[in-house]
């Protein structure tokens, strides 16, 4: 039996072991609105004889890929869009890895590389080497080769959502949350790509990494790349020739400008490069995970503006990075007092001495919204036909009073029921159905279905 044949059915087999819950266990892993990706030859499967795992190539013979998918045993890389179809795909052996942990003694950023025994015949996907993270409702796609809602892993799909924001794990990293019910990631995206459009063309953003509660309940976690560039790049000098992505080394001919070249060692250093990562530039005024002062450095591309989201201290010049009880993202804030007021759009939270975006006014459940107001907790502001209402939020159709409907999302609400038309005009003269136990079999149990919902703890995907 051929490697590729044995590798493609012992997938098979895992994926079966993987699968199936167990008798009484409630069915919900699915990945809902996904659909094969045979055009995105640049994700790679991982065969590392303990899990499913996904991979990018971003250079000749470079895999990016999650931390928790390398084990100390022989690794393989396929590219194939399907594993059970007929062909050798590209089966390509690991001959040295690293993860982000062993390159910094002991730092948390669940990544890791991975360099190939030859280069396949494949264009590296370019990625994010600069930040910040992308804004709320931003779109994302997800590749990888992980479990759908109709079969195990084995086949190269995505699944287009948007980012929900982006936040510190202490274990994983920086990492962007996205996803939608029904949309997300599952067991085998690991390493994956996350891809995001800019004024370029797509760019792998994040690499997937692990979920909240269940497949396709909407919270899914990426690992940013931009924060931990250093690592990639260090790892392109010394195993890679000098190329077209960001190592340090300018190259000419490529079929985008090289950011090495315009932003080099020449001798000059250019304001113009992205986020000030001129290597003649001041060190502390380029990019390198720390805001610094603007006494000294009044452009430093690490820097967020006050007001913006923030993911730790370093990226506030003033080291404040704050949150309210109307803003749980955090965001750079200021000191301020009687005598040192806070700018404009904030004002000044006298007990903590610091500077917070202003309060709006409180409106309750049903009442009109817009940017001026902040609905009471346990609402949202969701459109409703032409305008735009506080609406309660639901995790459940049990959440929702009588005349509404849980609509499930990024953030689910009770959406007002339509009114019903009957075929038969404005009433009914057919015979009235008997009024027992047996005419609402149907709707109690799907509540009961609902009621019986239960969130699972945060789970690796690979």
């Not at 250079?59 to 194939?80: G, I, K, S």
């Not at 997800?142 to 084995?154: L, N, S």
């Not at 996205?178 to 790509?193: H, M, Q, R, T, Y």
Request: charge should be negative; include cysteine; charged fraction near 20%.
């Amino acid at each position: 039996m051929s490697r590729v044949t044995a590798l493609s059915l012992s997938v098979l087999v895992f994926a079966a072991c993987l699968g199936e819950p167990g008798p009484g266990v409630r069915r919900h892993d699915a990945i809902v609105g996904g659909a094969p990706a045979p055009d995105d030859v640049a994700v790679f499967f991982i065969d590392n004889d303990a899990g499913v795992c996904s991979a990018t190539l971003i250079a000749p013979r470079t895999l990016l890929t999650a931390a928790h998918c390398v084990q100390d045993v022989p690794m393989f890389a396929l590219n194939r869009a399907r594993l059970d179809t007929p062909g050798d795909g590209g089966l390509y052996a690991v001959v040295k890895r690293v993860t982000y942990q062993q390159a910094t003694d002991g730092g948390a950023a669940d990544l890791a590389l991975l360099l190939l025994d030859r280069p396949p015949p494949v264009t590296p996907l370019p990625w994010v080497w600069w930040g910040p993270p992308p804004a709320e409702k931003s779109p994302v796609r997800h590749v990888g080769y992980g479990r759908t809602e109709t079969a195990p892993p084995g086949e190269r799909r995505s699944v287009a959502t948007v980012t929900s924001g982006a936040v510190e794990n202490h274990t994983s990293g920086m990492v962007l949350v996205s996803g939608d019910f029904g949309k997300g990631l599952c067991f085998g995206d690991s390493g994956g790509p996350a891809l995001a459009p800019t004024d370029a063309g797509e760019r792998l953003i994040a690499v997937n990494s692990f979920i909240e509660t269940a497949c396709g309940a909407g919270v899914s976690s990426s690992v940013l790349v931009y924060p931990y560039r250093r690592f990639i790049e260090g790892w392109l000098a010394a195993n890679e020739d000098a190329g077209c992505p960001r190592d340090g080394r300018c190259v000419q001919g490529c079929a985008r400008e090289d950011p090495d070249c315009r932003c080099g060692a020449d001798g000059v250093c250019r304001p113009e490069c992205p986020e000030n990562d001129d290597p003649d530039c001041p060190d502390e005024c380029r990019v390198d995970g720390v805001c610094s002062p603007r006494t000294m450095c009044p452009s430093d591309g690490d820097c967020i503006a006050e007001g913006r989201p923030c993911l730790s201290e370093g990226q506030c010049a003033s080291r404040l990075c704050v949150s309210d009880p109307q803003n749980a993202q955090r965001y750079c804030s200021l000191n301020c007092s009687a005598a040192q007021p806070c700018p404009q759009l904030m004002s000044c939270d006298e007990a903590r001495g610091v500077c917070v975006l202003r309060q709006l006014p409180l409106v309750s459940e049903g009442a009109p919204c817009d940017g001026l107001v902040k609905c009471a907790a346990g609402t949202a502001c969701t459109e409703v036909g032409v305008e735009r209402r506080c609406l309660r939020t639901c995790t459940s159709q049990a959440s929702c009073l009588s005349g509404t409907q849980c609509r499930f999302g990024p953030v689910s609400v009770c959406m007002p029921m339509p009114a019903i038309t009957l075929d038969a005009g404005a009433t009914w003269s057919g015979p009235l159905a008997p009024i027992g136990c047996t005419t609402v079999g149907g709707p109690w149990s799907l509540a009961l279905l609902l009621l019986l919902r239960r969130l699972r703890p945060a789970r690796r995907l690979g």
